[in-house]
């Protein structure tokens, strides 16, 4: 929203302010100001002038040749406008004066001389009329500077409209003027209003309000209305706060809405001489005074006239009842709508107007019967012909209640954590129209004005935002707190996350990569995959992007495919969220999912495999302290490959899988590349118990080392052997692990057992040793294994 | 008998010319061992006269220490130019060559994130994890945004097919929060949010936040900026000063928007801060007596600030980082040049 200094000052005297400072004031304790423009400072030279004669220029059917009086001389003038005549007081910029960038010259038309250029409204910035010159009251002193006739200096400041949501108040410059008098702590001068005598013994104008979403219809006529057009600094102001001037009623119920954020309609008075307002009971088309044509629904409310649709309540009126040259008399509706009802209405037929938005903020109703008498003073003021010819028709259905709050100065001090004298907090609220009804030893309860209760203030909290924001949040002193001191709770799932992510990046060279909670439908199309997905999002961006994921593995093939140009050799990973199922009620059962998947342009598939295998070994044994296990196993989706997809266990409960991705997906992203990896539910991970460290004794004796190689049976797993290994039936202390790996030409394997044998208590004879030695023979035999010979 | 002296000088020229550990045993069985040369000259000694006895040993036992001193002074000298000699054929490297390329890096917001948390553990907030699906009472409602309220207008919401919603903040979390600590807490909850709204490159519609709130007696308006103002100080490693203006946010009351000092000029105006010496950094407020009420909070006997950090903001100003959609880019190249730190 655009306010304008100059409106501001018909309400607050701003002598001696400055300006800017004030503004910035506002920022600090009222809204956010987007920007400050200043208007009429590049504008000098120009003076009011009198045409004293008009004649043609030869060879032009454009030009004339004016002689003009400007006060010290008559100058000699070639001029383009169409609407030049005899008598007529414009502005005329002398040679040497300033328009914005242009410094006007004597200048050669049509080869004539031309002292000067006469100006239209576009020209010195006060429209953006191009049409013809300004023409001003035949009154007007000649010869003056233009900025003494016209208020063309104003200073200008943008207020961001989202941050006045929840002031219905602040949609109005007489709201704003309020703020500005309790911010520079001087007086808010009253509104200039029709008398509500002049109203009385008149006919009232019939209005019948059935509607339930009508909360209040002021009305009343006027008649005899001979001005057309509006005063040009009227004009002004409402084209510098982004309106323009149309004819005088629309410019004065403009003026009105802008003014006092109360959007106002006129009737053409001859059109509509009775008002009903209802809800529709059936679809209608309306053409509404934009000239389009509306599809109307069921239930949207409209203001009629004889059962025809004149305007769409609180947001356009019709093009059958609109003001136009020929309207002599006017039927003013001033009225309060739900803010839901319009606002609804306006989103349901993709129209959002001056009127609609400030509706749907929760205007204060009690606005209608001072906007009405507004509009008609400023009409009367205008056109002295004008007359009052109906008493004030006043339907107030719904009353907000009166609010009253009670606010202690100590629950003050202790919300805001400073002492604020009592003084400061009357003077305050007084100052923004809050009332005084009590003052008991330092418990007070005020008033809420009803332009502030429609939904802005509720309760205490409210109010002690009122008091901070004008007392200033820079006089408030950063203070620390007392509280007992406690160890803070770190989610364990969240330290988890961290440590792993760490450790993968730092340890694996890994990169972890962001990607969207919802499949990536191109690449999935590219790769030929089809992953599962439980859920969709029905208002997406990308109507094919929509499908929440169940699975991290495509966006982790979305990144590989991606970089893989770059990198012959890399690996990445993430930990998203996923939802694999849907809950009994519903709702989605969303896990965090961690996805790692390695891409090695050239390598064997074991290699990789065995490189992915390293990098779970290591965060399972050393960061999340759990014990891993592998169970070979098989799987339904359509990117993993068939052989050696591994479950993973954490602490026997399964967490995810281990797999290599499918040559039918990763040849398409690199021919012959092998793309490996593992994804595991990292919630159901963070659920389990981690290890605890208990510390083994060491023996003080030596230790003995025996090797044996045993011949290993096709299809036998490490797994199994291992266990075998660890099963041997002895007294002493051993260790036992995987020397070496040999495969002969058959493809027949042996594996070197490494055993470390001692006792905690003495040194091992020779006879240990060879016990030792042919337990573990037999063990191995009794599992039907042997000796390599 | 062979002269002492004799002795003493062929002793020498044999030292002279031993240059290997083995040389030094061997001499010292020569001269210094059980047969040696020494000990022979003193089984000699029984059959001098008596009187000659002292001096005679007196000799032999001088001429004993020269050689057990010449022998030691070898065998130093011998490990001496040993150790030498390998010094000397120790290769030179250029140790200016790079060791291993280390590629890995963890995600700019992970790092931010992580710098973040630990600064608000060390002041005693308890970290939390939320959801990224929610529901609609969650994210709206159970935050004082009624069904109907113009607040909805403001962030553009991702519904789902049953109804929940992609949380548009981590305020979404707050219901949830303060039912499972109850009053006093000390919180914070970082998390991923989205709005459905077009890209650029200001505007994702995949972001992060990180919430805070406390609540507690008598936790005011003064704790908020002092809170604030800490913990900015140590995100940026520099004096932060912060400034308040009321904003407009349902979840609290008052709102404000929190403005920072410029950390790129100190507040003297750039290119940043467009001149203006404040950054808008993050919404906050004190608590709306409605949600704390809907968390089970006595809003009569307990009062909060809660605030909102934009983290994937955060991480850009962090990293000089203009382009918001790089992100979610998945483009290793830029990404890994936030390392791991």
């Known amino acids: ?789 | 008998m062979e002269n002492l002296e004799e002795l003493l000088e062929r002793a020498k020229e044999k030292l002279a010319k031993i240059n290997g550990n083995e040389g030094l045993g061997s001499f010292y069985q020569e001269y210094l061992g059980k047969n040696g040369a020494i000990t022979s000259i003193l089984k000699c000694m029984k059959e001098l006269p008596n009187e000659q006895k002292k001096s005679f040993g007196e000799k032999v036992n001088k001429a004993k220490t020269t050689i057990q001193t010449m022998l030691a002074e070898r065998e130093r000298m011998i490990a001496e130019e040993k150790l030498q000699k390998k010094i000397n054929s120790a290769k030179e490297i250029d140790l200016t060559i790079p060791s291993k390329v280390r590629k890995g890096s963890l995600h700019p917001i992970t790092i931010v994130q992580k710098e973040v948390v630990d600064i608000f553990l060390s002041m005693g907030f308890a970290v939390e994890d939320g959801n990224e699906i929610e529901t609609e009472y969650n994210n709206f409602e159970a935050v004082n945004v009624p069904k109907n309220h113009p607040a909805r207008d403001m962030q553009d919401t991702f519904y789902l097919d049953n109804g929940q919603v992609l949380k548009t903040h981590t305020s979404a979390a707050q219901n949830r929060i303060m039912r499972k600590y109850g009053a006093p807490l000390k919180v914070i909850f970082p998390g991923r949010c989205f709005r459905n709204e077009e890209l650029d490159a200001s505007h994702e519609n995949t972001f992060f936040q990180i919430e805070g709130m406390m609540i507690d007696k008598n936790v005011s308006v003064a704790n908020l900026i002092y809170f604030m103002k800490e913990m900015l100080t140590n995100v940026f490693g520099k004096e932060i000063n912060v400034r308040l203006r009321p904003g407009f946010f349902p979840f609290v009351e008052p709102g404000f928007e929190l403005d920072i000092s410029c950390p790129y000029c100190d507040g003297k105006g750039c290119r940043v801060c467009k001149h203006g010496g404040w950054i808008e950094l993050c919404p906050c407020g004190m608590i709306h007596p409605n949600v704390l009420r809907m968390g089970g909070i006595d809003p009569e006997e307990y009062q909060g600030f809660a605030f909102g950090l934009g983290f994937s903001r955060l991480a850009m100003m962090n990293f000089d980082i203009t382009e918001i959609r790089l992100l979610n880019s998945g483009n290793i190249q830029a990404l890994s040049q936030a390392k791991i730190k």
């Open chain 1, 1 to 789: 929203m655009i306010v304008s200094i100059n409106w501001i000052k018909d309400f607050v005297n701003l002598d001696g302010v400055d300006i800017e400072k004030l503004i910035s004031k506002f920022t600090m304790s009222v809204a956010e100001v987007e920007g400050i423009e200043y208007k009429g400072r590049n504008l000098s030279g120009v003076v009011t002038a009198k045409i004293l004669s008009v004649d043609p220029v030869e060879n032009s059917k454009k030009l004339h040749l004016l002689k003009v009086d400007c006060g010290t001389e008559i100058l000699q003038i070639v001029c383009g406008a169409p609407n030049v005549r005899v008598g007529m007081v414009t502005a005329l910029a002398k040679i040497g004066a300033k328009l914005g960038d242009i410094t006007i010259s004597k200048a050669k038309l049509a080869g004539i001389e031309s002292y000067g250029m006469c100006c239209g409204g576009d020209e010195i910035g006060i429209s953006d009329d191009h049409s013809g010159l300004v023409e001003l009251d035949e009154n007007t002193p000649i010869g003056v500077d233009i900025k003494s006739v016209l208020d063309i200096e104003d200073i200008l400041f943008e207020v961001d409209n989202k941050s006045l949501t929840n002031r219905p108040d602040l949609w109005g410059i007489y709201g704003i003027a309020r703020e500005i008098s309790a911010l520079t702590g001087r007086p808010l001068k009253t509104l200039n209003l029709a008398d509500k005598k002049d109203f009385e013994g008149k006919e009232k104008v019939d209005v019948v309000v059935k509607s339930s979403s009508c909360n209040r219809y002021t009305s009343a006529k006027m008649e005899n209305i001979t001005r057309k057009s509006s005063d040009l600094n009227m004009q002004i102001r409402l084209f510098y706060c982004g309106m323009r001037g149309i004819n005088l009623l629309a410019d004065v119920t403009n003026y009105v809405m802008l003014e006092l954020g109360q959007p106002m309609h006129a009737f053409d008075g001859e059109k509509v001489k009775s008002i009903q307002v209802y809800d529709l009971d059936d679809d209608r088309q309306f053409v509404t005074l934009d000239g389009t044509t509306r599809n109307l629904k069921k239930g949207h409310m409209v203001i009629s006239c004889n059962n025809t649709p004149v305007a769409l309540a609180g947001i356009m009126g019709g093009e059958n009842s609109e003001i136009t040259e020929d309207t002599t008399s006017v039927l003013i509706e001033s009225a309060n709508f739900d803010a839901y009802k319009v606002r609804t209405t306006a989103i349901s037929l993709g129209m959002r107007t001056e009127a609609s938005a400030r509706y749907e903020k929760s205007l204060d109703p009690e606005l209608t019967m001072t906007a009405l008498l507004r509009l008609v003073y400023l009409v009367k003021s205008q056109d002295k012909n004008a007359r009052i010819c109906s008493s004030i028709c006043d339907i107030y259905n719904k009353h907000y209640p009166k609010l009253e709050i009670e606010l202690s100065k100590e629950y003050v001090d202790r919300f805001v954590g400073i002492k604020i004298d009592e003084k400061t907090i009357l003077d305050i609220l007084t100052s923004l129209s809050f009332k005084v009804l009590e003052n008991k030893n330092g418990v007070y309860k005020f008033e809420v004005p009803s332009f502030r209760a429609t939904k802005d203030i509720n309760g205490k909290a409210d109010l002690v935002e009122e008091i901070t924001r004008i007392y200033g949040y820079d006089n408030i002193t950063p203070q620390s707190i007392v509280q007992p001191v406690k160890p803070a709770l770190l989610d364990k799932a969240v330290a988890l996350e961290y440590d792993v992510k760490y450790a993968l990046a730092s340890r694996f060279d890994l990169n972890e990569t962001h990607s969207y909670i919802w499949y990536d439908y191109e690449s999935n199309k590219t790769l030929g995959i089809n992953p599962q997905s439980v859920i969709r999002c029905i208002n997406s961006l990308n109507k094919d992007n929509d499908k929440i994921r169940s699975t991290m593995i495509p966006s982790l093939l979305k990144v590989i495919a991606d970089n893989k140009g770059v990198y012959n050799n890399f690996g990445t990973f993430e930990i998203g969220r996923v939802v694999k199922q849907m809950r009994d009620d519903n709702l989605a059962d969303e896990t965090k999912s961690l996805g790692l998947l390695l891409y090695r342009k050239t390598a064997s598939e074991e290699s990789v495999l065995f490189e992915v295998k390293e990098i779970i070994d290591y965060i399972f044994e050393y960061v999340l302290k759990m014990n891993l296990t592998l169970e070979l196993s098989t799987h339904t989706n359509d990117y993993c490959h068939p052989k050696n997809y591994y479950k993973i266990f954490a602490n026997n409960v399964e967490v995810g899988n281990l797999f290599e991705i499918t040559p039918r997906v990763s040849d398409k992203i690199e021919e012959n590349c092998v793309v490996a990896g593992f994804e595991v539910n990292f919630s159901k991970i963070c659920e389990q118990q981690q290890t605890k460290t208990v510390f083994e004794k060491i023996s003080k004796y030596p230790t003995t080392k025996l090797d044996f190689n045993f011949i290993i049976p096709q299809g036998k797993l490490y797994k199994d052997i291992i266990s075998i290994a660890k099963s041997i039936d002895t007294q002493l202390n051993y260790k036992v692990n995987l020397l070496d790996i040999y495969e002969n030409a058959n493809g027949q394997k042996s594996y070197t057992l490494h055993y470390e044998v001692n006792s905690l208590d003495r040194t091992l004879t020779t006879e240990d040793i060879d016990l030792f030695h042919e337990a573990v023979i037999s063990k191995f035999e009794q599992n039907g294994i042997a000796l390599k010979l």
